[in-house]
């Protein structure tokens, strides 16, 4: 029974496979970088082994949360410590990430949005150069997404024991980095969107069974271990000793979004979003989770745009790379879901007329996504030993070459090959089903 339940399983979902695959694939041939928050996130794990704790070379213990610099240093202790394994943990939970996207899109949307969705964070040069560093945002997204999962089944199952999981997620994430604080966007606005489909309340007991792990977990290491005061996890160099930029450039979101995941992907999503609005009547439903995904993303641009233009912070503006990185995913989600979209919209449609019209816009739509997956594709074949993520014209956040891994003419023809492979994951489910659907109108044919 439970070989068939598995058998069930790898064939409804079997086009992930192939999606993992190929962001493994592309991904593990580039090469590995680095940078200097990446020298100084090592020597933190690193750090732990030698001495318990994640210092740095000044003496002092590192300005965030500790949990990611633990989990790298138990996987050193198996694997040997050495950089290039920190990468291997790096390009894991970039994996994991596309994996939980892809349920993700296809617990809100759908399983098209799921399978698309991760497609394109797979190898969009955003996430792929982040999978290929050592970093822990790679771990705190990951957590994140896992947390967002079991909240949204939580509030659909209006489970209290899913409430107390997604609150232990939740602090496992929000103690490996603080960034994991903007996955609470989506999570509320699901609540107060679907308020009226779901019997989940946001009540006193429901809040402190979400909220008790994150307490415990920051009292025991900072009230204990760490020997700080409680409220040590919000605190932050970055704003308790700022350095400030004196003229940032107004457009440097934008930029750094183009420059990390091309035109077509922001193209396609905006697309996405005036394609549900037009047809709101047919996509109801689409447009509510459209509104959490833009949503998140305004609020992370927001905060962001507002530690710059604001109080003209330097972090944020230099590393907007990793300050707006939680938003991609739902970049990715909105673009993705003009395959449900369209499948439900030509599904309602019957007039003639009607339906051409809409057959060239969600051709339309598919052709900008296919687009976004080229364009992410030549990026990575663009750069080679260096790749610079820039907020203007002479600030960027840069991956530098630490080991190269093939030949760069291999890598071209390896990366188109991959697009194929992806592609064809992608696709091969529609048309498999409408061959099935062919074959059995022939039986019947032939059976009259």
């Not at 070379?57 to 050193?76: E, V």
């Not at 964070?121 to 050592?134: E, K, L, N, Q, S």
């Not at 996955?183 to 007991?205: A, T």
Request: net charge positive; aromatic share 16%.
């Amino acid at each position: 029974m439970k070989g068939q339940n598995f058998k069930a399983i790898i064939v409804a979902h079997y086009p992930i496979v192939g999606i993992l695959l190929g962001s493994l694939l592309v991904t593990v041939y580039m090469g590995t970088y680095t940078n200097w928050d990446a020298q100084l996130e090592y020597e933190a794990a690193a750090s732990v082994l030698t001495q318990g704790f994640p210092y740095i070379s000044t003496g002092l213990m590192i300005n965030q949360p500790p949990l990611g610099f633990y989990t790298a240093a138990l996987f050193f202790s198996v694997s040997g410590l050495s950089y290039l394994n920190g990468i291997w943990l790096s390009t894991v939970f970039g994996l994991g990430s596309v994996f939980l996207l892809y349920v993700l899109g296809t617990v809100l949307y759908g399983k098209k949005t799921g399978l698309v969705a991760a497609a394109l964070f797979g190898i969009v040069p955003w996430h792929a150069y982040m999978t290929r560093i050592f970093l822990i945002d790679n771990q705190y997204l990951f957590l994140g997404l896992l947390f967002l999962i079991t909240g949204i089944l939580a509030v659909r199952r209006n489970s209290q024991r899913l409430v107390f999981g997604a609150g232990i997620v939740f602090a496992a994430a929000f103690l490996t980095k603080l960034y994991a604080v903007f996955m609470l966007i989506p999570m509320f606005l699901i609540i107060y969107l679907h308020k009226k489909e779901n019997s989940f309340k946001l009540n006193f007991k429901n809040t402190f069974l979400f909220i008790l792990p994150s307490l415990v977990m920051q009292a025991v290491w900072f009230g204990g271990f760490a020997n700080q005061h409680f409220f040590g996890v919000y605190i932050n160099s970055d704003f308790t000793h700022p350095e400030l930029v004196a003229d940032p450039v107004a457009a440097f979101l934008p930029i750094i979004f183009a420059n990390s995941a091309g035109w077509f992907l922001f193209v396609a999503g905006f697309f996405s979003l005036a394609f549900a609005v037009i047809y709101k009547k047919s996509l109801s439903g689409f447009l509510r989770l459209d509104a959490v995904c833009l949503g998140t993303i305004a609020t992370i641009m927001g905060l962001d745009m507002l530690l710059v233009l604001g109080l003209h912070l330097t972090v944020p503006y230099v590393s907007a790379f990793k300050y707006n990185y939680t938003a991609l995913p739902f970049f990715c989600l909105i673009a993705a879901s003009i395959t449900d979209k369209s499948s439900r919209l030509i599904r309602s449609i019957n007039h003639k007329k009607s339906r051409l019209i809409e057959t060239v816009l969600v051709t339309s739509g598919l052709v900008m996504l296919f687009a976004s997956l080229v364009e992410s594709t030549l990026f990575l074949n663009q750069w080679w030993g260096f790749a610079s993520f820039g907020v203007d014209s002479v600030t960027y956040y840069s991956f530098n070459l630490f080991s190269e891994a093939m030949d760069r003419n291999l890598l071209v023809q390896l990366h188109f090959g991959v697009l194929m492979l992806i592609v064809l994951s992608m696709v091969l489910p529609s048309l498999f089903t409408k061959l099935k659907r062919t074959v059995e109108q022939l039986r019947i044919i032939l059976k009259s």
